[in-house]
């Protein structure tokens, strides 16, 4: 998400839209940083100052929401004070979540999106969500810098794979392990890379080192320029999350011709389809994806087939496209 604003910001920079980006997750201290409840609540301040300053300069609100204690946090404080100063807020709702959380916190939560002037979702599966709670969101994608990604045609395999998601328990890492770990048994020279950081980091590295799995890299967190030269080193990337809504880490593979095997939670099925664009699994499956990981490796044919129909869809999320929506709707709230 903050990578998305990220870009966002500088994409409208680049079209002469004055715009000022606020992080929502503020740069502190390392000893702050590293105290747990202070780390949080000093945030919490800081967000709020510096969105305070910035409603004062500021006619249109753009914010990038999702659920738990983000949306209590983030979300809620934005919306009150952007009626509260009678400005336009546009809420950009995101997160493969969406569905429990308002199931579970709908009275509270419902009467707090309506606060928006307008709600958009990066997908139809999130569409549907918003739908039953009579919500009415427009869609508007994620968008993928195509010019960052190099697209290459792959067609026999090597057993070169990648993981590129947070280390975080909804992502579900071990199970990309465990189907690496499967796979490594008939191809030996099987090697996967771990890119991203998290609060699994460690323990996956300790859990890794206690089965005696070899041929796994972990990477850390690296900066997103850095993504498309493991995309080009890889032949296959794995995405084995329990949630999802509309994947950049997907949109980026495609763009860069890396078959995928990856959970159909969420709005993965919307974007992919019936093994069109991607092969998929049912979450915390993993000897299921390794069987898929085989597939890839043994069916050159499949992976043209998958990998071109990517590739077009990663087309239906460039600036020229998903820009354009974006500057119509300020355009709308803003006169």
Not at 87 to 111: D, H, K, M, S, T
Not at 183 to 195: E, R
Request: with cysteine; hydrophobic share 45%.
């Amino acid at each position: 998400m903050a990578l998305q604003a990220e870009a966002l910001f500088k994409r409208l920079q680049q079209d002469g839209i004055a715009v000022e980006l606020i992080a929502t997750n503020p740069v502190l201290s390392r000893a702050t940083a590293n105290i747990r409840g202070v780390r949080t609540l000093t945030q919490g301040v800081l967000f709020v100052c510096n969105l305070i300053r910035a409603l004062r300069r500021n006619r249109v609100v753009h914010l990038l929401g999702a659920s738990h204690w983000y949306f209590v946090l983030r979300v809620v404080p934005t919306l009150v004070l952007g009626k509260l100063f009678r400005r336009q807020v546009i809420l950009n709702y995101r997160g493969g979540e969406a569905p429990g959380f308002f199931a579970q916190w709908a009275v509270f939560a419902v009467p707090i999106v309506r606060l928006a002037d307008v709600i958009t979702v990066p997908s139809s599966y999130l569409f549907r969500v918003f739908e039953r709670y009579s919500l009415n969101p427009t869609i508007i994608g994620n968008f993928v810098d195509l010019e960052r990604f190099r697209f290459r045609q792959r067609d026999r395999l090597e057993p070169r794979l990648l993981v590129t998601r947070t280390l975080e328990p909804l992502y579900n890492i071990k199970m990309a392990i465990k189907a690496f770990a499967i796979v490594q048994k008939k191809y030996p020279c099987a090697h996967l890379d771990v890119v991203g950081g998290g609060s699994e980091e460690s323990n996956l590295k300790a859990w890794v080192r206690r089965q005696g799995w070899t041929g796994i890299d972990f990477h850390g967190a690296v900066p997103n320029q850095e993504i498309f030269g493991f995309l080009d080193r890889a032949d296959i990337l794995l995405n084995p999350t329990n949630a999802d809504n509309l994947p950049m880490n997907l949109l980026e593979a495609f763009a860069a011709g890396v078959p995928v095997v990856t959970t159909n939670v969420g709005g993965i099925r919307d974007l992919v389809g019936q093994d069109e664009a991607a092969l998929t699994v049912n979450p915390d499956d993993a000897a299921s994806m390794a069987v898929r990981i085989e597939q890839l490796l043994s069916e050159p044919q499949t992976v043209v087939r998958i990998t071109q129909e990517a590739k077009s869809r990663s087309e239906r999320f460039t600036w020229d496209k998903i820009g354009r929506s974006w500057i119509a709707l300020y355009q709308t709230v803003n006169k």
